[in-house]
């Protein structure tokens, strides 16, 4: 299955693809894959749930 992302990484995610950085570096600088960052949230997108 993988590793779980941490609510904090995933907020790291969203800050760095706000910045324009590319996926590539974005998942370097996480240490995760790329993939994990292409499904990820983008700025602007988050919804709350129920």
């Not at 974005?26 to 997108?45: D, S």
């Amino acid at each position: 299955m993988g590793w779980v992302i941490s609510l904090e990484e995933w907020a790291q995610i969203r800050y760095l693809r706000g910045q324009g950085l590319s996926l590539r570096k974005i998942a370097a600088e996480v240490g995760c894959a790329k993939k994990t960052v292409e499904k990820g949230p983008t700025p602007g997108k988050w919804t709350q749930g129920m």
